[in-house]
Nanobody, 121 residues
Framework: QVQLVESGGGLVQAGGSLRLSCAASGSNFNINDMGWFRQAPGKQRELVAR???????NYANSVKGRFTISRDNAKTTVYLQMNSLKPEDTAVYYCNVRVAYYYSNNNYDYWGRGTQVTVSS
């Protein structure tokens, strides 16, 4: 089983910055992709950014140039640095981790509980 602990959300004015973190723990698996999704009220959950175990990244067009995703050296914690925040970035942000257990050829997705990010105009 994988446990995810998120932190770093909050209220910020437009143009400000926040940094989200998500720490994964557990045993008997390798972590592959790690990422952040968000869901605004009345909207579907959408990918914000993802980083592979090899360090390749991809971003939603709406956050390119403003957000940066990274992983620590142990590759068990993922960060999302959010700069130049806009009111439309307001949402609940969810950490997502894709793992492969040692005893399985399948990948499994786990989700954090979510952290609220609110950007005031």
């Amino acid at each position: 089983q994988v446990q995810l602990v998120e932190s770093g959300g909050g209220l910020v004015q437009a143009g400000g910055s926040l940094r989200l973190s998500c720490a994964a723990s557990g045993s008997n698996f390798n972590i592959n992709d790690m990422g952040w999704f968000r869901q605004a009220p009345g909207k579907q959950r959408e990918l914000v950014a993802r980083i592979t175990s090899g360090g390749s990244t991809n971003y939603a067009n709406s956050v390119k140039g403003r957000f940066t995703i990274s992983r620590d050296n142990a590759k068990t914690t993922v960060y999302l640095q959010m700069n130049s925040l806009k009111p439309e970035d307001t949402a609940v942000y969810y950490c997502n981790v894709r793992v492969a257990y040692y005893y399985s050829n399948n990948n499994y997705d786990y989700w954090g509980r979510g952290t609220q990010v609110t950007v005031s105009s």
